[in-house]
């Protein structure tokens, strides 16, 4: 690390996560480094149980700035679909009962659509993003509308991102390049929001 270099903790140990709020984060920060979960002394995470995705991010993001004392970003991000009543929403990680387990997510989803026409398929990603230091808190928050397919298509990326294609687009999340996703995608959104405010801080 480059002396000087101000350490942003994400509470996350999600890789693709990570290196999604570096490329958005350290462009226009650069004497910022975002470091996180693992690069830490390990403390025991608290339950994501806010009732929305702002209230789960700042449980994450104070809880982070507590244990080490780093200003802390957290996000909290879900698919909400029209015909499932926004559902899963802050949910969409535990989903299908256990926490992460990505595809029997994806594949209660699906099931749970296999009776709605695909007229009906609209869905948006939404995201949180939390930021706690010593100065404060921020929350900003970004939104990709777009709609359902019923068979996975791509692997550039995670959790319901092979069933998603965003609006305008014919891709699914999964299949557009790390720099067409974090040019529309809800968490990029939210990042750019937070480096805004961050820069008109300074």
């Avoid at 695909?118 to 404060?136: I, M, N, Q, T």
């Amino acid at each position: 690390m480059s002396a000087g270099r101000t350490r942003i903790l994400l509470a996350s140990r999600n890789a693709k996560k990570l290196a999604e709020m570096r490329r958005i984060v350290e462009p226009t920060l650069p004497d910022v480094q975002v470091i996180g979960l693992d690069d830490v002394e390990a403390y025991d995470e608290v339950p994501e149980s806010g009732a929305t995705f702002a209230d789960n991010a700042l449980l994450k993001a104070r809880e982070g700035h507590r244990h080490t004392g780093l200003p802390t970003v957290a996000d909290d991000s879900g698919l909400t679909v029209a015909a499932l009543n926004d559902m899963p929403g802050v949910l969409s990680a535990r989903w299908a009962g256990g926490h992460g387990d990505d595809e029997a997510n994806l594949q209660l989803v699906l099931s749970q659509l296999r009776d709605v026409p695909d007229e009906r398929l609209a869905a948006a990603f939404v995201s949180a993003v939390a930021y706690v230091s010593s100065e404060g808190e921020i929350v900003t928050e970004g939104r990709m509308p777009g709609r359902l397919v019923r068979e996975k298509r791509g692997a550039n990326g995670f959790g319901y991102d092979p069933i998603f294609v965003p609006e305008g687009d014919d891709l699914t999340s999964a299949e557009l390049d790390s720099d067409a996703k974090d040019a529309i995608s809800h968490r990029g959104q939210a990042l750019r929001a937070l480096v805004d405010r961050l820069v008109a801080a300074r």
